[in-house]
């Protein structure tokens, strides 16, 4: 069974630019979270997606959006881009009964 | 709110040495206890897992045990090796509160000397 794929797996943008992020989670799962992960923060969770619908989110700016589409694939999007903002976005796939979470690689975003 | 604590890093250690990497956790709850394992340039691998207390996780040689009463679950391995070099976190989640939502520790780097 496929893991969890990101794309792309590197970005450079430039302030005040948007950005968008794609995850496809294992298949059958119906559950994807997405983390931030800075050296300063840690990891920190976003948000997250169960059957198009957002189930529960973290303690992010509105920036910070996301969505999920029928077939489970999820996108993250950050609008108005800050230097901050400069993390790896790690996504993570479940099958939404229970609590664990298998991630993908991550995508690591640069903003310049 | 719910909350992970782990020991510092870096640690470096010789390779056949034992390992143990403290975790203490907070939680209203009764929630899961996780390690997760996390490679240069990659992205988390769940190592092993604890869903009540007292039950042992167990992978690759690691262990570690849920224990409700001091609110841990220290990581374990009897004789590290080189290529268990990574970044460890220790991680929690709640039922009650939410079960999609993982709090992780800061994490401990750790670093195998052959």
């Known amino acids: 069974k496929a893991g969890v794929t990101q794309t792309p797996r590197y970005l450079i943008k430039t302030r005040g630019q948007q950005v968008t992020l794609s995850c496809s989670p294992i298949?059958?799962?119906?559950?994807v979270s997405w983390y931030q992960q800075t050296p300063g923060q840690g990891l920190q969770f976003l948000f997250e997606?169960?059957?198009?619908?957002?189930?529960n989110k973290g303690n992010f700016p509105g920036r910070f959006s996301g969505r999920q589409f029928s077939n489970s694939r999820s996108e993250m999007n950050v609008s108005t881009l800050e230097l901050g903002d400069s993390a790896l976005y790690l996504c993570?796939?479940?099958?939404?009964?229970?609590?664990?979470?298998?991630f993908g690689p991550g995508t690591r975003l640069t903003v310049l | 709110g719910d909350s992970v604590t782990q020991m510092e890093g870096p640690v470096t250690l010789s390779e056949e040495a034992f390992l143990t990497i403290n975790c203490t956790y907070t939680?209203?709850?009764?929630?899961?206890l996780f390690w997760y394992v996390q490679y240069p340039g990659e992205g988390l691998q769940l190592l092993l897992k604890?869903?009540?207390?007292?039950d042992k996780g167990s992978n690759k040689g690691f262990e570690a045990t849920y224990r409700k009463e001091t609110t841990s679950f220290h990581l374990e391995k009897g004789s590290v090796q080189v290529s268990d070099s990574a970044v460890y976190f220790c991680?929690?989640?709640?039922?009650?509160?939410?079960?999609?939502?993982?709090?992780f520790g800061s994490g401990t780097r750790l670093s195998i000397r052959p």
């Open positions: 298949s059958g799962h119906r559950s």
């Open positions: 604890a869903t009540k207390a007292d």
């Open positions: 993570a796939s479940s099958p939404g009964t229970t609590n664990e979470q298998f």
């Open positions: 991680a929690l989640s709640d039922l009650k509160s939410s079960a999609s939502k993982i709090i």
């Open positions: 997606y169960f059957s198009e619908t957002q189930r």
């Open positions: 939680a209203t709850g009764y929630p899961s």
